[in-house]
């Protein structure tokens, strides 16, 4: 927990100048504060660092890392991440570690925790061929390399870690990637009203007659949702389950999902009705994620079918780790831009 207020700081601070700089109307100094959302005597809740921009404001943002990262990689290495781009925009940012991460222990001192290492870091998520060899068109900061290793998170095996039971591109993870149909791990979908555009009755009536139990990390993540409003919900990788979770189970307060190389994409609409941005990078048959695009790809054109917004970018250079590497603040620009063509959520 200490890392994380040390960032809390430094984000302060990185934060004024973001917005010093800015034209937006985000022009005085943000707040940023700490908070945990969803605590129970049967669970410790999401911790969630909060930034709010001063001045008008934009949809509020929720950045859902991946399995074993931190809240960190939104941030970014040089303190320009994707969350100060986003205030600086205007947009409340609400930024939380992986699925399952474990905060002040050190790895391996504690069995049943799984840490990252270099050499999978390196070549499953598409730096380099292999350790140390970065591809020709890579744009990860290679020089900082061991700085970013400072930032993974110890995490629970089995917690949402399709990753860790099942290599990229078996039958397990294709299935859990959302490759295939009627995957045997979901609970029942929500009621079909929570899902049909022609409902008479609203989103938020039909989830509270969805017969779906929300996972942990979903149910704790709602608790947040419900004090901000119609949020967007940006997810990287593990944390797609739960990004299309909470959009199965509450699209009341879901303005849209923005996906990165996510696990999760249904790969139709039966289920979702928000609009979608999916992001991939290159090398993706080298480290076995073409099942995963392809699953959001499928998504995109399905609810493209039903009228709903949706779009895919797939960029050259960029890995896994897109949010850390250079030219990633044109990607923000992307998906900002984006976000501005979303329809206004309704006022409730």
Known sequence: MKS??????????????????????ASSLPTVKQQTV??????????????????????????LPGLGLSGAVFLGLDGTGWAQQFVAAGHAVHVTDGPGSVRGVAPGSVPGLFTWNADQVWSRWGIGPETSVPYENSRFPTERFSEFLTTLTP????????????????AAQRSRAGNAAGSADRAAPPAASA???????????????????PSAPASAL???LERTGPTV??????????????????????SALIVVEPVGCPGNADYLNVP???????????????GRMEACHATSAAL??????????????????????????ELAREMLAWIETLPTPPQP
């Open 4 to 25: 994380l207020l040390k960032i809390t700081v430094l984000l302060s601070l990185t934060l004024s100048g973001a917005s010093a700089a800015s034209s937006s109307p």
């Open 38 to 63: 969803g605590s129970s005597p049967t669970s410790a809740g999401v911790s969630v660092l909060t930034m709010t921009p001063g001045g008008a404001q934009g949809l509020p943002v929720l950045m």
């Open 155 to 170: 995490v629970l095996r089995g917690a949402s870690a399709p990753e860790q039971t099942a290599p990229e591109g078996t």
């Open 195 to 213: 899902r049909n555009p022609g409902s008479t009755k609203s989103a938020g009536s039909a989830a509270t007659e969805a017969t779906e139990t």
């Open 222 to 224: 709602i608790t947040l």
């Open 233 to 254: 919900v940006m997810a990287h990788s593990a944390s797609g389950e739960t990004a299309f979770e909470l959009a199965r189970l509450r699209p009341d307060l879901v």
């Open 276 to 290: 979608l941005l999916t992001l991939f990078g290159d090398h993706l048959e080298s480290r076995n994620m073409t």
């Open 304 to 329: 493209q079918a039903s009228g709903i917004p949706a779009r895919d970018i797939q960029v050259d250079g960029f890995s896994h780790l897109m949010m850390l590497e250079r030219g990633s603040e």
